[in-house]
């Protein structure tokens, strides 16, 4: 009952940025983490960015200084600040978020369906 939706990848040239959102929708009660994933071809699955619901952030070292990571609560939505990308950032991103819906007694892990992200001259 509760879907995300990311927006915003595409192919951009290294030094370049992008700017992803993820929106929440259904029957929510409260966002508790957000977070950001990434899967390039032939790895596994890597945390970008997290944050929590009262604003605390971790980002990998890879990302650390160059990326972003913010939240509306307001509007039930989640970005990723993208800046001085490298050809190494080229994957599939990904939104994640513990949610508590309606019909939950718990906060229950959401994920989109992922947006490509390629760094390429």
């Known amino acids: 009952q509760v879907q995300l939706v990311e927006s915003g990848g595409g192919l951009v040239q290294p030094g370049g940025s992008l700017r992803l959102s993820c929106t929440a929708s259904?029957?929510?009660?409260?966002?508790?983490?957000m977070g950001w994933y990434r899967q390039a071809p032939g790895k596994q699955r890597e945390l970008v960015a997290q944050?929590?619901?009262?604003?605390?952030?971790n980002y990998a070292d890879s990302v650390k200084g160059r990326f972003t990571i913010s939240r509306d609560n307001a509007k039930n939505a989640g970005y990723l600040q993208m800046n001085s990308l490298k050809p190494e950032d080229t994957a599939v991103y990904y939104c994640?978020?513990?949610?508590?819906?309606?019909?939950?007694?718990?906060?229950?892990?959401?994920w989109g369906q992922g947006t490509q992200v390629t760094v390429s001259s």
């Open positions: 994640h978020a513990a949610v508590k819906s309606g019909g939950t007694f718990y906060a229950r892990d959401y």
């Open positions: 259904g029957s929510i009660l409260s966002i508790y983490g």
């Open positions: 944050i929590n619901s009262g604003g605390i952030t």
